[in-house]
């Protein structure tokens, strides 16, 4: 297909779903050291607000992505959106609560998860080839740029009117998506409908779990998002408290590091054609180790902060879509489930695993300078023992199932 028969309407559709479930991460972090300081609670109590978010994120979307293959993709926007609603109205009007605030944010979770596997699967339904890869492109561009564009919205909300009026935004936002969607969303279901059951569901999952193509292709981005939240987790309280920066000016700062996203999906529009998949892939990790290598040589101050995570950002604006793509590629009827499992262990990884080196090990600039590096690491381990295999994918998209 050529450039004139890409359609954008499931493309504006599925952005529009995704962001939904991407401002519920991001839009309080300016806000914890506010929430923190006015209920009297610590730095790990406030870590717990993120962390119960994440945690129903990931764990709801093993329901959303089988349920949404087998009845559609429409009924669960409406019922997961509805949740997230629910769970809003909780925080906005209970904020007061600690208690309320947690199981707030839980419940919002476990709606917001429906929105991160109906954005992929809504793409998947409609595209193919490279067409996929250049919608995922876009996709990957909204749902990176606004964790990072939600902050300075959070933040300006936080210091002009009080951090608990940041859920009323929410609310307002989500109210008025709920509706669009209602609307204008059709179902984008490829086949036909089927009865859902649990038993062939958990038996899916554990064949997914054993697929090294399943597995390979989607722990770039759980590596990727793992070191974001690390960082957007600890950079209110490292420029906030330690370099004194108001909750308007950190949100108005992070900024930065969305053109470094975008710069990263540009780059990857550009270059996709002429480069393999393994290629671009590699020119990502270098980046990662360039920014984690910046912060160890470097002194605590707002702008060595801002280049690095700028540079990390540019990485995942090439590394996200490329690993959706080499995920979803080969798994039509499968799209759900797969971006389910994907997301379910990315969120309840980056929740888990992020709160607990938050609050213990990546404390300093310098520790998280060493986490992008094992987070390099790691990615690049992956990226070797993949190309060795022979499972590799060209710029195309085209893919080879271990």
Not at 33 to 46: G, K, M
Not at 68 to 90: C, H, K, N
Request: glycine share 10%; aromatic share 12%; proline share 3%.
């Amino acid at each position: 297909m050529n450039a004139s028969d890409f359609k954008k309407t499931p493309l504006l559709l599925a952005m529009m779903i995704i962001a939904t479930g991407q401002v519920g991460v991001s839009i309080y972090l300016p806000s914890l050291p506010l929430i923190s300081s006015d209920l009297d609670i610590s730095q790990v109590d406030v870590q717990l607000l993120v962390t119960l978010f994440l945690v129903g994120f990931g764990t709801s979307q093993l329901f959303y992505g089988p349920m949404s293959d087998a009845v559609g993709r429409r009924p669960i926007f409406l019922l997961g959106q509805g949740v997230y609603l629910a769970g809003t109205v909780i925080c906005f009007f209970f904020s007061d609560s600690v208690a309320a605030l947690e199981f707030g944010r839980l419940l919002q979770g476990l709606g917001a998860g429906s929105a991160s596997v109906l954005g992929r699967s809504v793409l998947r339904d409609s595209y193919d080839g490279g067409q996929l890869t250049k919608a995922l492109s876009y996709i990957s561009l909204t749902a990176s740029i606004i964790p990072i564009i939600a902050p300075v919205f959070g933040g300006w909300i936080a210091f002009h009117l009080g951090w608990e009026s940041v859920f009323l935004f929410v609310l307002m936002y989500l109210s008025a998506i709920y509706t669009l969607g209602y609307f204008v969303l059709p179902e984008t279901l490829p086949y036909g409908k089927s009865r859902f059951e649990w038993k062939n569901v958990i038996k899916n999952y554990g064949s997914l779990l054993l697929n090294r193509q399943v597995i390979g292709s989607a722990s770039y981005n759980w590596v990727s998002y793992l070191a974001s939240l690390v960082t957007l987790s600890l950079f209110p309280f490292l420029m906030q408290k330690q370099l004194g920066l108001s909750t308007a000016d950190y949100g108005s700062l992070m900024i930065i590091p969305s053109a470094g996203l975008m710069m990263g999906s540009v780059l990857l529009n550009i270059f996709n054609k002429r480069f393999s998949t393994s290629q671009l892939m590699a020119v990502a990790i270098t980046i990662i180790f360039a920014a984690g290598t910046w912060l160890l040589m470097s002194e605590l101050t707002i702008f060595n902060l801002v280049w690095a995570f700028t540079w990390l950002a540019i990485a995942q604006g090439i590394s996200f879509p490329l690993s959706i793509s080499m995920l979803l590629e080969p798994h039509k009827k499968q799209a759900g489930a797969v971006s389910a499992l994907s997301g379910s262990i990315q969120m309840c990884l980056a929740g888990l695993l992020g709160g607990h080196l938050v609050e213990t090990w990546v404390t300093t600039h310098v520790q998280l300078g060493w986490f992008y590096l094992i987070s390099g690491s790691v990615m690049g381990l992956v990226l070797f023992t993949s190309s060795k295999s022979g499972v590799e994918q060209s710029s195309r998209s085209k893919q080879y199932a271990s």
